[in-house]
């Protein structure tokens, strides 16, 4: 049976009369909250002060468990116990699974079952249980889409929207999971765009556990570095690659307490894959490094490459050993980088470089994958390739000049 436009609007509207009840709005708590969140003028400053209160439970809650716990736990009974019973004091495979037989602590032993676990369970841990469940948090209260909506027209001046600030956030505990949802972006402009950004600008939270842990003066000064890299090169990159960049069109949920069954499941699954796919990297990667310096490789690459390091980025040139353990993982490279003697600045320097030189080996394998489901995996590597070499010579010498005009590099 066919319907006249007359008829059809005369049933829209009978439709609408059965199952719509109009009546006044109540104002409640959560209502007020609502609005108050997606207003520039009021949800800035509430916006900042999540982050705020994010960031200080992420480091108290790390520390506490790091300082107060693991540290004790490593250095005053397994590093003792393990150098006792572990044969072959002279042997390389001492050397490569338990370090130096005269270490005092964990850290410094640097072996696969000394240094490798300590900074896995001892310090990356804490810091990815404390971060997804905040995370997890924001998520089932429903803020995240508020934030969306917040940040919509300052990420659109670099060519993206709203929404790009969820693999931001993910990629602020691991850059696997950032990449993978950039699959949510619309364009292939924007999902290439967010992927070099993200793995380039956007350390994990295993490696700021790791620098607020062991160099936690300088932390502060590294993010907002590698921040502004961020937006700069976000706008340089909006205006090379062609492409559209459409607005934002999302549903905001209402606020909601999140429930403590879904909060559980989501950390159980997290911190389940953290023991599956980070630990091994990390034991891995102290392994392969011990291998490289036993065979004489970090010590020829040292030499081959310090007119680079020591010239352009002002650093020393045993920064090409945490270079090297930062393809496998970054937190780690961090991590060795503060047993280097340097200056501060120096450290600074070397921090970013390691956050910009290349993504670790996990995120490349992703981005390698999110590029074949695009269709376009070649395009996606050689150009993510060039432009991680322009950004790593660039922003790192940036530094170093801005450095030299201080008077402290």
């Known amino acids: 049976m066919k319907f006249t436009t007359e008829e059809r609007w005369k049933l829209i509207d009978k439709i609408a009369r059965e199952t719509i009840d109009y009546g006044g709005e109540k104002t409640t708590t959560k209502s007020i909250l609502a609005e108050l969140t997606v207003k520039p003028a009021t949800g800035i400053p509430f916006a900042v002060a999540i982050l705020y209160g994010f960031w200080s439970f992420f480091g108290s809650f790390a520390g ?58 001892g ?107 961020f937006f700069v090169f976000g706008y340089i990159l909006n205006r090379a690659i062609p492409g559209k960049s459409p607005e934002i069109i999302t549903d905001v949920p209402p606020f909601r307490a999140p429930k403590w069954q879904n909060v559980q499941r989501k950390m159980l699954t997290k911190i389940k894959g953290f023991f599956k796919d980070a630990i091994p990297f990390v034991l891995l990667g102290v392994g392969l490094v011990n291998v490289l310096y036993l065979g004489g490789v970090i010590e020829w690459l040292s030499d081959l490459l310090a007119p680079v390091f020591t010239t352009w980025f002002g650093v020393p040139k045993e920064t090409v050993i945490p270079l090297i353990s930062g393809f496998l993982r970054k937190d780690l490279a961090v991590a060795q980088l503060s047993a280097i003697d340097m200056s501060g600045f120096q450290l600074i320097t070397s921090v970013v470089l390691i956050s910009i030189y290349f993504p670790c080996i996990a995120t490349f394998s992703m981005i390698v994958k999110e590029g074949r489901k695009s269709g376009g995996v070649l395009r996606v590597l050689g150009g993510s390739l060039l432009i991680l070499g322009v950004v790593v010579f660039l922003w790192g010498g940036l530094l170093h000049l801005l450095g030299m005009l201080l008077g402290v590099a």
């Not at 850059?175 to 924007?190: A, F, I």
């Open 64 to 121: 506490f468990f790091t300082d107060g716990f693991f540290v004790r736990i490593f250095d005053e009974h397994w590093l003792p116990w393990l150098q006792n019973v572990f044969p072959y004091e002279d042997s390389w495979l001492y050397y490569i699974l338990v370090g130096d037989p005269t270490a005092t602590n964990s850290f410094e032993a640097f072996g696969m079952l000394t240094s490798g676990l300590f900074v896995a369970i």
């Open 123 to 229: 310090i990356v841990l804490p810091a990815i249980v404390a971060f997804y469940f905040i995370i997890t948090l924001l998520e089932d209260s429903g803020y995240m889409p508020r934030l969306a909506v917040l940040v919509d027209t300052f990420l659109h001046k670099i060519g993206l929207h709203g929404f790009a600030v969820v693999p931001m956030i993910l990629s602020l505990g691991c850059n696997v999971p950032g990449v993978e949802s950039t699959r949510t972006l619309e364009t292939k402009k924007q999902r290439f765009m967010m992927m070099i950004l993200l793995s380039v600008f956007i350390p994990c939270g295993a490696q700021i556990g790791v620098m607020l842990s062991l160099i936690p003066e300088y932390t502060g000064y590294i993010m907002l570095y590698l921040m502004v890299g």
